[in-house]
């Protein structure tokens, strides 16, 4: 069974950094596609950034250059580094995991609040 769990929200000022952590077991990140989604209320679920098997990465355009995604392959855990944040990045973020195709896995989500 796969599990996913989230670990570093929490509120913060306008400018400032979290760091996001997913800890994963029966799974190894490192044959897996990993990605960090969001969902503010009222809005749909949107992609934040993924890191595939080969380490290449993709962010999403209004995050680039302020979040990094990356992975630690000898504990096997997944990260988001998110800097300068903004009031819009306010959001339930979650960790979620795929061998291909949909994202079966997913964490049950940490919360960021941005203050402005």
């Known amino acids: 069974q796969v599990q996913l769990v989230e670990s570093g929200g929490g509120l913060v000022q306008a400018g400032g950094s979290l760091k996001l952590s997913c800890a994963v077991s029966g799974r190894t990140v490192r044959t897996s596609i990993m990605a960090w989604f969001r969902q503010a209320p009222g809005k749909e679920r949107e992609l934040v950034a993924r890191?595939?098997?080969?380490?290449?990465?993709y962010h999403r355009d209004s995050v680039k250059g302020r979040f990094f995604i990356s992975r630690d392959n000898a504990k096997n855990m997944v990260s988001l580094q998110m800097n300068s944040l903004k009031p819009e990045d306010t959001a339930t973020y979650y960790c979620?995991?795929?061998?291909?195709?949909?994202?079966?896995?997913w964490g049950q989500g940490t919360q960021v609040t941005v203050s402005s």
């Open positions: 979620a995991s795929t061998t291909g195709g949909s994202y079966d896995a």
């Open positions: 890191i595939n098997w080969n380490g290449v990465t």
